[in-house]
């Protein structure tokens, strides 16, 4: 991955260190450019960080090589891409997919699909998923194609700037005020299944009423943290299980997974910071429980 920058007025006389720490190159980065290969340049000399930059000045990082998953196999599967550039993919993710491979589905994941993806455009790099969804939800998945992007990914969502919106079909009628606050952690004897628990780690939940149907209440969901199973956990907790959850016990009745779609993503871009905003339409079968109605 190369870097480029132009040095602005304001940055005239700082020190390249600091300059490239201005534009988010972490120091774990320097180090590894320092002794995993990769170059900085400044207009196409290299140069060391005691540099003082001058206005103008053409500054360039050729981050190192980063080393691939061998045993992560790249398959070609349903990988409809939303957005990419040299930084970033973002796809929609179909229900019934894994996010990544586990002990019991080496294959057929969205790691394998992206994999496979870079390797159709000759790429061949790490793979970096920022927003990983449960295998039956849908939607909105966010990829840094880089170390360099995850890792500034990583600190604008810590600084809320990076916001994923959810849309959630529960059952009943939601009369419960936005938002849920309960802690949340393993259920005993399980490995998979949370619960509400005293003992647990903080979980925040925001909400919005859309629509309230005769059997099910239309909601959008925000979190502000990121806990295995939240929002299914947190319905379920207000007595309002999501639709098709049967590892929650929710009504199987209109739909066989999880009524829960990663609907909406905005979030300022890791290189140019430019503010972008994403939107995916819900899937078949979340449509065809609104047609039904």
Not at 57 to 73: A, K, R
Not at 250 to 276: C, N
Request: with cysteine; aromatic share 6%; glycine share 6%.
């Amino acid at each position: 991955m190369k870097l480029r920058w132009t040095a602005l007025a304001e940055e005239n006389g700082l020190l390249l260190r600091t300059f490239l720490s201005h534009h988010h190159v972490s120091k774990r980065l320097l180090a590894a450019i320092k002794f995993s290969g990769g170059e900085i340049r400044v207009n196409n000399h290299v140069e060391n960080v005691r540099y003082k930059i001058v206005t103008g000045d053409i500054v360039t990082v050729q981050t190192p090589i980063e080393q691939e998953n061998e045993s992560l196999i790249p398959e070609i599967g349903p990988l409809k891409v939303i957005y990419e550039d040299d930084f970033l993919l973002i796809v929609d993710k179909p229900a019934g997919v894994a996010s990544i491979t586990a002990q019991y589905h080496p294959t057929k994941t969205m790691a394998n699909f992206i994999k496979g993806h870079y390797y159709s455009k000759g790429e061949n790099q790490a793979i970096h998923i920022v927003s990983r969804l449960d295998k039956d939800t849908s939607g909105i998945m966010l990829i840094a194609k880089d170390r360099y992007s995850h890792a500034r990914l990583s600190e604008l969502h810590q600084q809320g700037l990076v916001k994923r919106s959810y849309r959630a079909f529960a059952k009943g009628r939601i009369e419960t005020k936005s938002p849920i606050i309960e802690p949340i952690g393993r259920q005993d004897g399980s490995i998979m299944v949370r619960e509400v628990r005293s003992d647990g780690k903080y979980a925040e939940t925001h909400f919005e009423v859309l629509e309230r149907h005769k059997e099910w209440t239309d909601v959008a969901v925000e979190l502000k943290t990121g806990r295995t199973h939240q929002i299914r956990v947190h319905f379920q907790h207000i007595g309002h299980t999501l639709m098709g959850d049967d590892m929650y016990l929710g009504d199987m009745s209109e739909i066989q997974r999880q009524a829960l779609h990663s609907e909406k993503l905005t979030l300022i871009h890791p290189f140019t910071d430019e503010e972008m905003s994403f939107h995916c339409e819900v899937p078949a079968d979340m449509q065809a429980m609104l047609d039904r109605l």
